[in-house]
């Protein structure tokens, strides 16, 4: 599975729209982008994820460059319980999550 | 909803204690998953299982061995605690049909050894 950097850290104000970035430039043809969170004391929960296309769920929307080198995740309207550690991951689709590397993520912190 | 249960959410054991940490998911997922989370770490995979009885080494096996008789059940084993296995162990599971094929995650077990 490739790699995937991810600022360690992020602030952004209540109400405004949080774009987290994630790079994975070494990511291959048939590897999609995920994206997890974890509020503290949770376990990870799944957000989005998308292999080439823009995708929008009711959670967020995962904007992936054309070279699908990078992408960006984007809370439209972050709330204080947006507040958690969010986790950018690139694996083959249809392994179920099979050897699903997590890295540190990015703490993301929604001040009011 | 998926759920993922984990059968302690905090657990203090000696070191050379036996343990065991039992993970049980209702949704009839075929992939079942052991991580632990240690600060400044991430989350790393241990072991994970894609069928009854069937294990893989994820990337931190030593000190760990896993158990599967069940579909539903994926038991993490500590032969012989150690103070370095003191950590937060979470437990996932997926689907390997449909498109969506992500991870659902338990709440995870505080795992302290002394």
Not at chain 1, 53 to 71: C, G, H, W, Y
Not at chain 2, 59 to 67: F, L, M, R, W
Request: with cysteine; hydrophobic share 30%.
């Amino acid at each position: 599975d490739a790699k995937t950097t991810q600022p360690p850290s992020m602030d952004c104000a209540e109400g405004r729209a949080a774009n987290l970035p994630c790079n994975h430039s070494t990511i291959s043809g048939n590897e999609y982008v995920y994206w997890y969170r974890q509020i503290h004391s949770q376990g990870p929960q799944y957000i989005i994820h998308g292999l080439k296309n823009n995708e929008t769920n009711e959670m967020a929307s995962l904007i992936i460059t054309e070279d699908r080198k990078s992408s960006t995740l984007i809370l439209p309207h972050a709330t204080l319980r947006d507040t958690a550690v969010y986790y950018c991951i690139v694996r083959v689709g249809g392994t179920g999550g099979f050897k699903t590397i997590f890295g540190a993520g990015t703490r993301l912190f929604v001040k009011a | 909803d998926v759920k993922v249960t984990q059968s302690s959410r905090y657990l203090v054991k000696r070191t050379g204690e036996k343990v065991f940490l039992e993970c049980v998911q209702d949704m009839d997922h075929e992939n079942m998953f052991w991580y632990r989370q240690d600060p400044g770490l991430g989350l790393r995979l241990i072991y994970f299982s894609y069928d009854v009885k069937m294990k893989e080494k994820g990337d931190i096996p030593e000190g760990y061995s896993v158990s599967r008789e069940k579909k539903e059940r994926f038991s993490l084993i500590l032969e012989s605690a150690s103070t370095n296995q003191t950590s937060m162990y979470l437990c996932a599971s997926s689907s390997r049909q449909g498109g969506r094929r992500e991870q659902y995650f338990g709440p995870g077990t505080r795992l302290t050894v002394t």
